[in-house]
């Protein structure tokens, strides 16, 4: 046993490190943006350039743009990423969709989509969650009936996040209504722009446009569109059910915000001593801290035990789970720290002018994001259903 | 012992319930929230009219005589339909300080509270005190016959739409804190207004050289700090109060949703750890009327005695409204968090909530001081 990463991955980590620091956007850099402030352009604009350098789908088999990278590898460069603080990357295309198609995928589907997935010239969205089907998604009602070479589709999908900017979706969608639930599933590629697709924002109580419903009403999708046989679209969601559970534990970038909190507290006016020193705060600081420790070791071991491009197991479950905890704590200590500068709320969707002037941004952001982070025990498979899976899978229980 | 609400006390709840469903249901209040101006004097005109305004005010103000249990019941059902009416800023901060006071200018006002003409905000917080301050920055310097405020106040909630302010001042002339009562629009005072998670709106408040005549102090020369910690114990207990509304609603609710949402072919309220959540939540809410209630009852008590039974509320309801709105967010799923459905704006209300005069931690150690500590004074 051996805490340490070898000279290989070591000079890998630094030359990761020179790339980023290199090539870092300049119009990223040295910004207080958060995420719902993104653009459009400012995720593509980073996309694009681990694109160019060939670094945007570790993962991906070598023939569609994978690098080739050890498990470990990947995993270092997520930290590297989060370590500088670098705009999110989307999963839609590159972690979702991607793995679909070059799995279970035609020959002309790799070709036409897997190229623009990786450059960036296709923007994904996820339709999966329907009104009446979450955590039980394979319930799902959006129907598409054949018709000669084309499916009708007809239905409505909802939580779709950043689906306002997305040129395609991948749906999940019922094909035969008399088969039982997970048997009549087909998983559809529909090219947004199609008529009779309407998107509209869903705004959330933080204030921010971030997810959307997707409304189907007799759009015509080609069969070719279809990826995998018809009725067993199940196999590719599951498949990319396990792929999206895989980076959700987030022990990086929970890191860092952890970092930025220690150093809110540590320098900010709004008390003397500074909220750090007061053992009360700092004990529950601590606390985080040393659960992500663990969490970041527990990852490492589950990574190097799996099998190289393997889908992960049901373990990931486990850094679900334990991720979004502990990143809706994190959360909760910075809403507790900004104090009563924690209330103001600068997003309120209205014409009054923001409050530049109250308390510091981290202080103003608090409660934003705090409300924000609910969701991370609620998508990509809820923790009680994560917490089913572990009884069954794990503890065959 | 006795835990009945007097026929009165369950006439005004009833009066105040009836209109409070029909002026603030949940659309109105997103409406009026949305709107600018976002405050309608209409609304705090029909509380004066049933009396609402009045009911904690003694006959001799034009009241009716109540008092720490009036208060409760209306914080009460103005959290179970989120209220964003200045009650708790007008009401139990600036009349708790205008009854208590001296001369015949506070008497004024607390007559124009019961009248819905005064409206008022508390500026005490400042950006340098987290949440209780412990020095104060602003000061009131004498200068002959009158004082010249300067300082900053932080996050007064309700401000622009107060017409008089609380605020709270160091006179360098002598020790201790002075309080003094305002008119929000006198030369020299310049706000930053701006909303709040919860649709209600605050201001930080800048006075330079703000003129204030002798009328304007509630206490003698620095000696108002036990007055300030009296009116804070009995706003955190009718905040409290007010969360008791706000944690109704979201089990409610949560409850109710459980029993109508259907997924793998059940009801949401038949999976056991959902159930088991919802017991939980039952709990916390059990235990956060007790403690709301002993507090209420215990304001009248010594200043010791009050402070720890405050203290003890406001913990334990702290960590109700964490625990019964997270629960509730987390059983409805993404619909809790959408903008246009009630439960997620009660579960940022509980939020608010939790971090008003001070959090656990904060009372904790009030508590244990107060408690473990013979020769310790409240603070």
Same mark, same amino acid.
């Given at each position: ?88 990357? =989307? ?5 979702? @969709?991607? *793995?679909? &198609?070059?799995?279970? #995928? /035609?020959? !002309? ?82 090219? =947004? ?5 309407? @998107?509209? *924002?869903? &705004?959330?109580?933080? #204030? /921010?446009? !971030? ?187 | ?379």
């Amino acid at each position: 046993m051996n805490l340490e990463l070898c000279a290989t991955d070591l000079a890998f980590r630094d030359e990761v490190r020179r790339f980023i620091e290199a090539e870092y956007p300049q119009a990223l850099r040295n910004q207080e943006v958060e995420p719902d402030e993104l653009t459009k352009e400012d995720y593509l604009l980073w996309h694009r350039t681990l694109a160019r350098k060939g670094w945007i789908a570790p993962a991906w088999p070598k023939e569609h743009g994978g690098t080739g990278w050890t498990a470990l590898q990947r995993y270092i460069f997520g930290q590297e990423l989060a370590r500088y603080d670098t705009v999110p990357l =989307l999963p839609f295309g590159i972690n979702m @969709v991607g *793995p679909v &198609i070059y799995t279970f #995928g /035609t020959p !002309e589907q790799k070709q036409r989509f897997l190229p623009p997935t990786f450059s960036g010239d296709i923007w994904w969205c996820q339709g999966y969650s329907e009104p009446g089907a979450g955590s039980d998604l394979a319930s799902l009602k959006t129907r598409a009936e054949r018709n000669g070479d084309e499916y009708i589709v007809n239905g409505q999908k909802t939580w779709t996040t950043l689906a306002q900017h997305a040129d395609w979706g991948f749906f999940l969608v019922r094909t035969n209504p008399a088969a039982k639930a997970q048997e009549g599933i087909s998983f559809l590629l529909i090219d =947004l722009r199609s008529p009779g697709v309407t @998107v509209r *924002p869903l &705004i959330t109580i933080d #204030g /921010t446009h !971030e997810v959307n419903e997707i409304w189907l009403e007799n759009v015509r999708v080609p069969v070719e569109n279809r990826v995998f046989r018809e009725n067993e679209g199940w196999t590719c969601a599951k498949f990319l059910l396990e792929h999206e559970r895989s980076g959700i534990a987030r022990v990086a970038r929970s890191q860092r915000a952890l970092e930025h909190l220690i150093d809110f507290c540590a320098t900010d006016e709004m008390s003397s001593p500074p909220l750090l020193q007061d053992p009360y705060f700092a004990r529950k600081v601590a606390e985080v801290q040393i659960e992500l420790l663990a969490l970041e070791y527990t990852e490492l071991r589950l990574l190097t035990a799996a099998t190289e491009h393997q889908a992960p197991g049901p373990e990931s479950s486990l850094l679900k789970i334990k991720g979004s905890e502990l990143q809706q704590r994190i959360t909760e200590l910075a809403r507790e720290a900004a104090g009563h500068y924690g209330i103001v709320f600068p997003h309120r969707r209205d014409t009054r002018a923001q409050p530049h002037e109250a308390g510091s941004s981290a202080a103003r952001r608090a409660a934003r994001v705090y409300l924000n982070t609910r969701k991370v025990s609620i998508y990509g498979g809820s923790n009680e259903i994560q917490r089913n899976i572990i009884a069954k899978r794990i503890l065959n229980l | 012992m006795n835990f009945e609400f007097t026929e009165e006390q369950s006439m005004l709840r009833q009066a105040l319930s009836a209109y409070l469903n029909d002026t603030c249901a949940f659309e109105k209040r997103q409406a009026l929230v949305r709107s600018q101006p976002d405050w309608r004097p209409e609304i705090w005109r029909g509380l004066v009219d049933l009396g609402i305004l009045g009911a904690s005010f003694p006959e001799a103000l034009g009241g009716t005589g109540g008092g720490a249990i009036e208060n409760l019941i209306v914080m009460e059902e103005s959290g179970k339909v989120l209220s964003i009416e200045p009650y708790l800023e007008t009401v139990v901060i600036g009349g708790g300080f205008l009854q208590r006071a001296r001369g015949s200018r506070a008497e004024e006002l607390a007559r124009g509270i019961v009248a819905g003409e005064v409206v008022l905000a508390f500026a005490h917080t400042e950006p340098h005190s987290r949440q209780t301050p412990v020095q104060l920055q602003t000061t009131a310097s004498r200068s002959g016959s009158h004082y010249l405020l300067n300082g900053h106040k932080a996050v007064v909630i309700a401000a622009p739409w107060a017409t008089h302010l609380i605020v709270t001042a160091h006179t360098p002339g002598a020790p201790g804190v002075s309080a003094f009562v305002i008119d929000r629009r006198l030369p020299g005072i310049t706000t930053c207004d701006y909303p709040t998670v919860d649709g209600r709106v605050a201001s930080d408040i800048y006075f330079e050289n703000v003129r204030l005549d002798d009328t304007a102090l509630l206490t003698e020369e620095g000696a108002a700090l036990p007055l300030i910690e009296q009116v804070i114990d009995e706003a955190t207990a009718a905040v409290c109060a007010e969360a008791l509304g706000v944690m109704r609603e979201l089990h409610q609710r949560t409850l109710e949703y459980s029993r109508q949402r259907k997924q793998f072919g059940r009801r949401l309220g038949e999976f056991q750890v959902l159930q088991h959540r919802m017991v939980d939540m039952l709990m916390h809410l059990e235990q956060s009327i007790s403690a709301t209630y002993v507090a209420t009852l215990r304001l009248g008590q010594d200043p010791r005695e009050r402070a720890a039974a405050v203290s003890a509320a406001k913990a334990i309801v702290t960590k109700a409204c964490a625990f019964i709105g997270q629960g509730a967010i987390q059983i409805h799923g993404g619909i809790g968090l959408a903008e246009e459905f009630a439960l997620g704006h009660y579960f940022k209300r509980a939020t608010v909530i939790e971090g008003l005069f001070g959090s656990v931690d904060d009372h904790l150690r009030r508590y244990a001081q107060l408690s473990f500590n013979p020769r310790a004074l409240p603070a």
